[in-house]
């Protein structure tokens, strides 16, 4: 039989990777934690969401976000191009769908980092799918590092620690738990978790 090229041929959903959502309150560390692996390991491909909120200095279009209008963010949804989608403390955010379907179809580990209600319609529509949630080593430790990043204000801050409770009481629902104290273990159990490593 000739080799078929990778890529060319969908994989059958029984051998697919399954896909991975990391959820934890703002301010854990999930993204040092997916930066810290993707610098070892770039194959393992992280959705980029679409978001109204206002892009953080540093943060660039396509890379970190899609950062949209909320007519943008309207049409998105509405053309039911997201897989999921919520509000978070007073912007929106989703996952484009086509290339997560994309990733999944030839086999290649997908890794989500969306909010709590996210992470709940993924269970939904693909109940094969991991949760992990990130929690902070303490409530004090999760306010240092949110107040720490200044990358936003007060009462910005505020809206995400009263969102960080609710999270942090969801930490049940998830598959596994991760305690974010060292970056390099983190990044490692998280890797293993995926079965790249
Ligand atoms: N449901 C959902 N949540 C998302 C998506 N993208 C990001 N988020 C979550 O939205 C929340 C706020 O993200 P962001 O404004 O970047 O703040 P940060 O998590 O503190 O860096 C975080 O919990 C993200 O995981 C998405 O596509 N869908
Ligand atoms: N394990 C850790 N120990 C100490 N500080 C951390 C750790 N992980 C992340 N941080 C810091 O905490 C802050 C929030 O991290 P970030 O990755 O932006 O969180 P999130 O993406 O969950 O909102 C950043 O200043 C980051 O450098």
């Known amino acids: ?8 041929t969908p994989v059958p959903p029984d051998v697919r990777p399954r896909l991975t959502v990391l959820s934890g309150p703002s301010g854990v560390g999930k993204s040092t934690v997916v930066a810290h692996m993707r610098k070892e390991h770039p194959e393992v491909w992280l959705s980029v969401s679409a978001t109204t909120r206002k892009p953080r200095p540093g943060e660039k279009h396509g890379v970190h976000y899609f950062f949209v209008t909320d007519d943008e963010m ?8 997201l897989l999921e989608w919520a509000e978070f403390a007073g912007n929106r955010y989703g996952t484009p769908r086509a290339a997560v ?3 999944l179809e030839k086999g290649e580990p ?5 909010d709590l209600q996210g992470a709940r319609l993924v269970r939904e529509s693909m109940p094969e799918a991991q949760l992990v949630f ?3 080593p303490s409530w004090e430790e999760l ?17 995400r620690l009263d969102a960080a409770k609710i999270e942090l009481a969801a930490e049940p629902e ?9 970056v390099e273990d983190v990044a490692r159990e998280l890797l293993a978790l995926m079965d790249v490593v």
């Open 74 to 81: 309207d049409k998105l949804i509405a053309n039911g191009e």
């Open 110 to 114: 997908v890794l989500l980092e969306i």
């Open 143 to 159: 306010v240092r590092r949110l107040t720490g990043r200044g990358t936003e204000p007060p009462e910005v801050i505020e809206r």
């Open 134 to 136: 990130l929690a902070p």
């Open 1 to 8: 039989m000739a080799a078929t090229p990778r890529g060319t």
């Open 101 to 103: 379907q994309e990733r």
């Open 174 to 182: 998830f598959d596994t738990t991760l305690v974010n104290t060292s």
